[in-house]
């Protein structure tokens, strides 16, 4: 379980261009549910998600993960927790150029420093069941869209994470594509994954795994009580 | 344990592919780097072995020479300064040596004509060092006619060339009778060039000196340490012409180095910004570039340092030989033993890898500081 108390976020604080991104969220979200933040650019959503994530700290607020009070934690310790318990998977993809796709998917294991053939095995599982496993030797620059998120997918299951984080996971792909990415999304549901999704895509926050839809806006839930599907 | 060395197999394997990922912009630069060391490599090389071989050389000279001095210029020395010197306590032997210069307008260089003390050389016949043999195209048996003190020409038949294991120091030797050497320099009987001291105890070496120069106040005794040093100055002073003349080369890598290293690209930043979203640590990626910059510096130290052995050991340092081991227009030819300084190598090691290694290493540090979560806003 995760429990957000008062959170807020604010860059350039004191100065000219000072901007609140999160402006005091509290919410609890249910483990082994599918959750979706919906709301406008710029409503906060990608920052909120940042935040859960252990990627960036609050200004102000606590974050609990699990009843554990994580926003106190040193640097190093809230690194491991992120790449332990989280995966993430970019709007962008953000996969390596001119790395294979199976270099790609091991990156995140790389500092955890097990046997090299454990992880390569369990990466080509990974890809197996995504159907990417005739292209682990490929460049990810050869990849279509679709296939280049499910690389993405793979990479942030690699470390086994209880959290899967996606923030705008269908903003490159077409609708049949979502589909099938939300009908993913499903099936890790099922199996005790906790899924966080940023969109403002209605083929997302209207599927049919869909559990809960926060609604966002400036920053501030729409309405303290959020729609529960 | 385990862990920790998969980890740094993995960072290592990691850093090899980001290199030839950028191979274009890391081949060039390990290009320049290998030259650099190259050429820094091949100077110190040269210069060590070089003064390593003038002194096994000298190992085998005289310990102390005496020569006679008028008014501070070189004169020669009556035969009856020996008898003196071998009074004092601690002298063993003493002889007299006859040796001059010949200045050889064909080949516009000269020669150090002398007459030997352990060879005996029939007279009319010489001994020709392998410059000498190769600028006159000499041979055993060759005919060598040089012009006496008086005008007169004084033929010499070639008895055969010097050992090229001692061209370093005979490339520009003839040897030749005594009775010989005093007709062409017109060098009466009872006069000899210089006089060479052999001592009981070396340690008594610089005693015996200073006792020579208080009976022969018109004599300098010269030490051997005195022409180690010389030499070695010499090798040192020309080392320091030539790496004068590349400091301008290694500013200007300096300055391709640093602008490489340093300046992080568009891609390596969003590069390193994935690795931190994707949970590695500031230090984790600041060990990957470590590696980065460790394997194009170690490559081009190694590279540099055998092409630099190969160019002055085995090749004989055809780049560099005219500048450092030339006193005459006699090159000598040969080829040095090897023998390399761990001290010079560990500065040379120093002066080239480390720095790159951090120049690597700082730009990183700054942009590894960044928030991960910049990379969730890209």
């Known amino acids: 379980m995760i429990e957000l108390s008062q959170v807020r976020k604010v860059f350039h604080a004191g100065r000219p261009n000072e901007h609140v991104a999160v402006a005091g969220v509290s919410l609890t979200l249910e483990a082994g549910r599918l959750t979706v933040f919906r709301g406008p650019s710029g409503s906060g959503k990608t920052t909120l998600l940042s935040l859960i994530g252990c990627m960036t700290r609050p200004t102000s607020g606590r974050i609990f993960l699990q009843g554990r009070e994580i926003t106190s934690l040193p640097l190093p310790f809230l690194t491991d927790l992120r790449r332990r318990t989280f995966g993430f998977i970019f709007q962008q993809f953000h996969l390596l150029a001119k790395v294979s796709v199976l270099e790609n998917v091991m990156l995140p294991a790389y500092p955890l420093g097990e046997s090299y053939s454990a992880l390569k095995s369990r990466a080509l599982s990974w890809l197996e069941r995504l159907g990417l496993a005739a292209k682990a030797a490929a460049k990810v620059e050869w990849l279509s869209g679709g296939e280049a998120q499910r690389v993405a997918i793979a990479r942030a299951l690699i470390n086994g994470p209880q959290v899967l984080i996606a923030d705008e996971p269908t903003a490159h792909l077409d609708s049949h594509l979502s589909q099938e990415f939300m009908a993913l999304m499903a099936d890790f549901k099922t199996a005790g994954t906790t899924i966080l999704i940023a969109s403002h895509d209605p083929l997302v926050h209207e599927a049919v795994a869909v559990d809960r839809v926060v609604d966002l806006r400036d920053g501030r839930l729409v309405s303290p009580e959020s729609r529960i599907c | ?378």
């Not at chain 2, 030490?223 to 590349?246: K, M, N, P």
């Open chain 2, 1 to 378: 344990m385990a862990r920790r060395l998969h980890k740094q197999r993995y960072l290592l394997d990691f850093a090899l592919s980001s290199l030839w990922r950028r191979k274009g912009k890391n081949l060039a630069l390990l290009g320049v780097y290998s030259l650099l060391v190259f050429v820094l490599a091949s100077v110190l090389f040269f210069t060590q072995a070089l003064k390593r071989e003038a002194a096994l050389v000298l190992a085998a000279s005289p310990e102390l020479i005496v020569q006679k001095l008028a008014a501070g210029r070189h004169d020669l020395i009556p035969a009856a300064y020996a008898e003196r010197l071998r009074e004092i306590r601690g002298v063993s032997r003493v002889s007299g040596r006859l040796w001059g210069y010949y200045y050889d307008a064909r080949v516009r260089a000269n020669y150090t004509v002398m007459a030997p003390e352990e060879v005996a050389v029939p007279e009319q016949a010489v001994l020709v060092g392998a410059g000498i043999a190769r600028g006159r195209h000499l041979s055993r048996g060759s005919t060598l006619t040089f012009q006496g003190y008086d005008g007169t020409p004084r033929a010499f038949q070639v008895r055969g060339v010097l050992s090229p294991e001692s061209e370093l120091l005979t490339a520009d030797l003839v040897l030749m009778a005594a009775a010989d050497v005093r007709r062409l320099f017109g060098l009466a009987e009872g006069l000899y060039t210089d006089l060479t001291v052999a001592v009981n105890n070396p340690r008594e070496v610089a005693t015996v000196a200073a006792k020579i120069q208080e009976l022969l106040p018109d004599t300098r005794p010269i030490l051997r340490d005195e022409i180690r040093r010389t030499y070695e100055a010499a090798f040192d002073w020309r080392a320091g012409i030539l790496l004068s003349v590349f400091s301008g080369a290694l500013l200007a890598f300096l300055i391709f180095a640093w602008d490489k290293a340093a300046g992080l690209s568009a891609e390596e930043r969003r590069e390193i910004g994935i690795l931190k979203a994707m949970g590695w640590e500031t230090g984790e990626v600041l060990q990957l570039k470590f590696w980065e910059g460790a394997v194009v510096s170690l490559t081009a130290f190694f590279m540099g340092t055998l092409a630099a052995y190969l160019h002055v050991f085995v090749a004989a340092a055809p780049l560099l030989a005219p500048v450092l081991q030339g006193w005459s227009v006699l090159y000598p030819r040969f080829r040095l033993t090897p023998f390399i300084g761990l001290f010079e190598v560990a500065i040379l090691f120093f002066f080239t890898v480390v720095p790159y290694t951090a120049a690597t290493i700082v730009p990183t540090w700054r942009a590894a500081g960044l928030e991960p979560d910049q990379v969730m806003r890209s």
